[in-house]
Structures are given as structure tokens and as C-alpha cells.
């Protein structure tokens, strides 16, 4: 039901901004709910991380990418009541959805930025989803992936293009 009327809202804000309603996740329309122009003075971007357009991060150590959702992400989406994760041993696809999360203001889908297979999930989560809002890139980490292609790393953004993107978004 959260789902659904937060589809509506959406679809109502991109109905009255004028813009298309096509979209490849939840997080481009919540995006789109902020009346601010300018990027949010607290959005962290780290370096050394691959960003995903959808608002995912992914962190390499070896074959190993460690996936979270970005700063940016957890403040529009508010505090974060629930968190849906695969379990190990399931198979991830780059740019398709692996899980959610339900804040107070929706629900919206969690995408993988790259492929390969779950090996470990941030058990945290499932009593502590705050743990999002509170710490997106260190202790709020969503899932860890063993990469079955890492040239598909070169398709994610670097921080300073991850910077611009959000501030296009602020621009719109």
C-alpha cells in the first residue's frame, strides 16, 4: 500500500513538474520532491567509491564490492523504519533491483551497481534500518558482493561525478 501511494505521489509531482514519468528507481522522483535548487549542504560524497545514478554506492576491496545507498539517498528518503536484503549465495545483476527500503515517507527499491554473488548481508539492519541514516558508508551497508565482472565498474560514476549529478538534480 506504501508502495502504491508513494507511486501516486510521484507520478502526481512528475505529472505537475511536467517531466516524463519514466524512471529506473524510486529514488529519481523522491529526488524530485525537494524544493531546494542547490545540492543539500550535508550530502556526503567519499572518494574511492563507484556511484550508480540510481543513488547505490559500491566499495572494491579485491572481488569483493561492499553496496550501500549514498548520503544523498538515506536524507531525502528519511528515517528508515525496514530494510529487505537478499540472502548469501544469491545472484546480483548490475542495474536491476536486489532489495528495499521502507521509510516513513515510502518504500522504494534498492539497486545493485554491479553483478556477482551475495556472499555476506549487513544482518545489523534488520533490527537497526537507522543505521542507514546515521552511518550510509560505514556501519549502514547493505549487502557484499563477490563481482563476477568488474569492467563493469567503468559504467558507475567517480565522486566528482556523482557531485555533478546531484547537483543537476537540485537544479531541477
Same mark, same amino acid.
Given at each position: 500500500?506504501?508502495?502504491?501511494?508513494?507511486?501516486?505521489?510521484?507520478?502526481?509531482?512528475?505529472?505537475?513538474?511536467?517531466?516524463?514519468?519514466?524512471?529506473?528507481?524510486?529514488?529519481?522522483?523522491?529526488?524530485?520532491?525537494?524544493?531546494?535548487?542547490?545540492?543539500?549542504?550535508?550530502?556526503?560524497?567519499?572518494? @574511492?567509491?563507484?556511484?550508480?545514478? *540510481?543513488? +547505490?554506492? %559500491? /566499495?572494491?576491496?579485491? !572481488? $569483493?564490492?561492499?553496496?550501500?545507498?549514498?548520503?544523498?539517498?538515506?536524507?531525502?528518503?528519511?528515517?528508515?523504519?525496514?530494510?529487505?536484503?537478499?540472502?548469501?549465495?544469491?545472484?546480483?545483476? @548490475?542495474?536491476?533491483?536486489?532489495? *528495499?527500503? +521502507?521509510? %516513513? /515517507?515510502?518504500?522504494? !527499491? $534498492?539497486?545493485?551497481?554491479?553483478?556477482?554473488?551475495?556472499?555476506?548481508?549487513?544482518?545489523?539492519?534488520?533490527?537497526?534500518?537507522?543505521?542507514?541514516?546515521?552511518?550510509?558508508?560505514?556501519? @549502514?551497508?547493505?549487502?557484499?558482493?563477490?563481482?563476477?565482472?568488474?569492467?563493469?565498474?567503468?559504467?558507475?560514476?567517480?565522486?566528482?561525478?556523482?557531485?555533478?549529478?546531484?547537483?543537476?538534480?537540485?537544479?531541477?
Amino acid at each position: 500500500m506504501a508502495l502504491r501511494s508513494a507511486a501516486a505521489q510521484a507520478a502526481t509531482l512528475l505529472r505537475l513538474s511536467g517531466r516524463p514519468a519514466v524512471t529506473q528507481s524510486l529514488w529519481v522522483p523522491l529526488a524530485r520532491r525537494s524544493i531546494s535548487t542547490t545540492q543539500f549542504a550535508s550530502d556526503e560524497v567519499r572518494e @574511492g567509491l563507484h556511484y550508480a545514478e *540510481s543513488h +547505490e554506492w %559500491v /566499495k572494491v576491496e579485491g !572481488d $569483493i564490492g561492499t553496496i550501500g545507498v549514498t548520503d544523498h539517498a538515506q536524507m531525502l528518503l528519511g528515517e528508515l523504519v525496514f530494510v529487505e536484503l537478499p540472502d548469501t549465495g544469491t545472484s546480483v545483476t @548490475g542495474a536491476e533491483k536486489f532489495g *528495499s527500503v +521502507e521509510s %516513513v /515517507k515510502a518504500v522504494s !527499491d $534498492i539497486y545493485s551497481p554491479i553483478s556477482g554473488e551475495v556472499v555476506e548481508i549487513n544482518s545489523t539492519l534488520s533490527d537497526s534500518p537507522e543505521t542507514i541514516n546515521s552511518s550510509p558508508y560505514d556501519e @549502514g551497508w547493505l549487502i557484499k558482493v563477490k563481482l563476477s565482472d568488474k569492467s563493469q565498474l567503468k559504467k558507475l560514476m567517480d565522486n566528482k561525478n556523482y557531485s555533478e549529478l546531484l547537483t543537476a538534480e537540485a537544479a531541477h
